[in-house]
C-alpha cells in the first residue's frame, strides 16, 4: 500500500510507505488528511498507563514544512514503467497491446541524430517495430504514428507512477487532471 504524501497546499510530493506516514504522525508534521483511516500502525507498550501505542495512517496526508516539488516546474520523471502506462500499454506504431516484457522506450527522432530522452520525444514501440523503424525517423522509415507523444502534468506522473493505488487516492488525484488530458479522456 502507498500514502500520497502532499505538501500543505495540496501538491503531490511522493508514493510513501504507512511507515513513513507514520513517522509524519508521531514528529506532528501532518496538517491535513484525506480519506478514511487505511492503515494502523502498533508500537510499544507504555510502561505508565500499560497502553500499547498505536497511529492511525491516511491514504492522502498533506505534511508541512518546505514543498519539494514546483506546480509549474514539475514535469514527472521519465520511466519506462510511467512511459508504457502513458501510451496505454500500447505500441505508438502498430498499435498492438503488449506487456511490460515485450515493450520498448522508441525515440521518435533517434538519440544519434540529436535527439532528446524526454517525454515529447518518446513513445513505447514492441521489439519488432522499434527494431523495424532502427535509427530512422518514423517519416523515413515510412512507420507514422498512431498517437502523438506529451509530457503528463504532477497530478497524472503520480497516476502512472503509482502501485497499488487506493481508490480515494486515485480518485484525489485523477480529480485534478485536466478535462484535455489525453489520460482523463481514456479514464473518465
Known amino acids: 500500500m502507498q500514502i ?21 504522525y508521531a514528529t506532528n508534521s501532518v496538517a491535513w ?19 500499547q501505542s498505536r497511529i492511525d495512517v491516511h491514504p492522502i496526508m498533506a505534511t508541512t514544512g ?31 497491446r503488449y506487456d511490460d516484457r515485450h515493450l520498448t522506450r522508441e525515440h521518435i527522432i533517434p538519440v ?6 524526454v517525454w515529447i520525444n518518446v513513445v513505447a514501440a514492441c521489439r519488432l517495430c522499434n527494431g523495424r523503424k532502427a535509427d530512422r525517423t518514423p517519416e523515413r522509415a515510412n512507420m507514422p ?30 480529480s485534478r487532471v485536466g478535462r484535455g488530458s489525453r489520460w482523463a479522456k481514456a479514464n473518465f
Open 4 to 24: 500520497l504524501q502532499l505538501d500543505v497546499k495540496g501538491m503531490p510530493q511522493e508514493w510513501i510507505s504507512p511507515e513513513d506516514a507514520a513517522c509524519h
Open 145 to 174: 504514428l498512431l498517437f502523438a507523444p506529451y509530457a503528463p502534468s504532477i497530478f497524472e506522473g503520480f497516476l502512472l507512477a503509482g502501485r497499488h493505488v487506493r481508490g480515494d487516492a486515485h480518485d484525489w488525484l485523477a
Open 112 to 117: 544519434s541524430q540529436g535527439g532528446l530522452d
Open 33 to 51: 488528511t484525506v480519506g478514511e483511516v487505511c492503515a494502523t500502525l502498533r508500537g510499544g507498550t507504555n510502561a505508565v498507563s500499560g497502553q
Open 66 to 96: 518546505a514543498s519539494r516539488v514546483n506546480l509549474f516546474d514539475a514535469i514527472p520523471s521519465l520511466t519506462n514503467f510511467k512511459l508504457f502506462r502513458r501510451d496505454r500499454m500500447t505500441c505508438a506504431y502498430c498499435g498492438g
